[in-house]
């Protein structure tokens, strides 16, 4: 066993909106890195999520979806930065959701169809019967003859040791990229307000969040606690107002279950200050939000 050469490479995991990537990718890497949400597009930027073990390391890149309306320019970018990255990478698992194969999915079955380092993974197996998988495994078969078809559930983390297992088969040779505690490309910064993001998704229903941006102002890791402030942007005073809540009531439930994923995450104690401001002169803030740069940490 010792004498197995180590694996390292990145897969990438593509497919529509909503198929589970997000969900799939902190599934396998086991923390909650990549928001996931029953909104399209709640993915805006690239994020790796890095799984080490002492046989490989495998560095999953989880994208915003591929889905075939360009028409808005956040879209067209999106498409880009989601297939301009598929060359780079050392295997492709295209994930498919059982309830809504179509033609957006034959899209990004074009986009891989003359690749052999391809996987298909078929998800949300929990939500069907076996007698409904068959066929489905069936068509695909014959869509793409060449490919492993591996079903399984990213939330119900079912048949993911055999998709683990899959893909490491297919990673090449090579020294780790990565020091071995590390999970993500992003500093914790970044993930914060992604976290933050996620909750602020989950509680207000209406068109608002897409509007709405998250900037950590400060993280600093104390010895007995992490203490975090973090502002969320919003465009209209009215909308400041939905956030809040009545008598703060949204804000602290946002506050509290995103300080409780963020505890999980950094195993540590965890005050998070939330603040809601209205954007007023955005290019201020855009020359602020690049002073902090995401970049440090
Ligand atoms: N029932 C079920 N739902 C899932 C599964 N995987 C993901 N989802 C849900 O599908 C929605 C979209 O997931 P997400 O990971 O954000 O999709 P992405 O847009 O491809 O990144 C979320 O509500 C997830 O909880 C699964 O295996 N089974
Ligand atoms: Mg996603």
Same mark, same amino acid.
């Given at each position: ?7 390292? /490479? @990145? ?13 799939? #990718?902190?599934?396998?890497? /086991? ?11 709640t993915t805006r930027h690239q994020i790796l999520g890095i799984k080490?073990?002492?046989?490989? &390391? ?6 915003? /979806?591929?889905?075939?309306?360009? =028409?808005?320019?956040?879209?067209? @970018? ?13 295997? +492709? ?9 179509? /033609? ?10 003359? #690749? ?10 929990d939500q069907i019967n076996k007698q409904q998988l068959l066929p *489905? ?6 869509? #793409? ?10 939330? =119900? ?8 297992? &899959? ?5 090449p040779e090579g020294i780790p990229h990565f020091p071995d505690d ?5 500093? #914790? ?9 996620? =909750? ?9 969040? @897409?509007?709405?941006?998250?900037? !950590? ?7 007995? *606690? ?5 502002? +969320? ?20 439930? +946002? ?14 104690? !965890? @005050?998070?200050?939330?603040? !809601? ?21």
């Amino acid at each position: 066993m010792d004498n197995l050469p180590f694996l390292c /490479g @990145y897969v990438a995991l593509i497919g529509k909106p909503n198929t589970g990537k997000s969900t799939l #990718m902190n599934a396998l890497v /086991g923390e909650k890195l990549s928001i996931t949400a029953k909104r399209p597009q709640t993915t805006r930027h690239q994020i790796l999520g890095i799984k080490t073990t002492t046989e490989y &390391q495998c560095i999953f890149v989880d994208t915003p /979806g591929i889905h075939q309306s360009q =028409k808005k320019a956040i879209n067209r @970018y999106m498409n880009r930065a989601a297939t301009s990255m598929l060359t780079d990478v050392d295997l +492709i698992c295209v994930l498919l959701d059982v309830r809504s194969f179509n /033609g957006d999915d034959e899209l990004v079955l074009k986009k891989v169809e003359n #690749m052999d380092n391809v996987l298909l993974v078929l998800n949300k197996i929990d939500q069907i019967n076996k007698q409904q998988l068959l066929p *489905l495994m069936q068509r695909l078969a014959i869509l #793409m003859p060449n490919l492993e078809i591996i079903p399984v559930s990213a939330l =119900k983390e079912e048949n993911l040791d055999r998709l683990m297992s &899959q893909i490491q088969q297919r990673l090449p040779e090579g020294i780790p990229h990565f020091p071995d505690d590390q999970l993500t490309d992003k500093p #914790m910064r970044f993930i914060v307000a992604e976290i933050v993001r996620e =909750k602020l998704f989950r509680v207000l229903t209406q068109e608002l969040p @897409y509007s709405i941006t998250v900037n !950590v102002e400060n993280y600093k890791t104390e010895s007995d *606690l992490v203490r975090i402030s973090a502002s +969320i942007w919003v465009e209209r005073k009215s909308q400041k107002g939905i956030i809040i809540g009545k008598g703060g009531s949204l804000l602290k439930k +946002i506050g509290s279950e995103a300080r409780a994923d963020i505890e999980r995450l950094v195993d540590q104690k !965890v @005050y998070l200050q939330l603040w !809601v401001k209205v954007r007023e002169d955005w290019s201020d803030d855009e020359r602020s939000l690049a002073a902090f740069g995401y970049s440090n940490d």
